[in-house]
């Protein structure tokens, strides 16, 4: 059975820093790149940072850039997201995704609140 489970959000100021987990299960981690992505109500999903299967290469939103990253431990099946100066805008709900590195096979973890505010 496939499982990602997302862990580590909750509330915290402006200009703090929360490091978000996703543990998978259920897949052949090192065969997958993996997603972190963001919603907020009425919103589309927002593509936030991305890794490669053997975490050679990583991309970020542009609204990221040099605030967040991301990383991977293929040896615990888990990716992570360090987030620092945290803004307003950074809330939301954080998903973690898996897509097969090869084609379009992914699997979407359940969410993990993010709020920023004093």
């Known amino acids: 059975q496939v499982q990602l489970v997302e862990s580590g959000g909750g509330l915290v100021q402006p200009g703090g820093t929360l490091r978000l987990s996703c543990a998978a299960s259920g897949f052949t981690f090192s065969l997958y790149d993996m997603k972190w992505y963001r919603q907020t109500p009425g919103k589309e999903r927002e593509l936030v940072a991305r890794?490669?299967?053997?975490?050679?290469?990583?991309d970020y939103a542009d609204s990221v850039k040099g605030r967040f990253t991301i990383s991977r431990d293929n040896a615990k099946s888990a990716v992570y997201l360090l987030m620092n100066s945290l803004k307003s805008e950074d809330t939301a709900v954080y998903y973690c995704?898996?897509?097969?590195?090869?084609?379009?096979?992914?699997?979407w973890g359940q969410g993990t609140q993010v709020t920023v505010s004093s």
């Open positions: 995704n898996a897509q097969v590195y090869w084609g379009t096979l992914n699997y």
């Open positions: 890794i490669t299967r053997t975490g050679s290469s990583t």
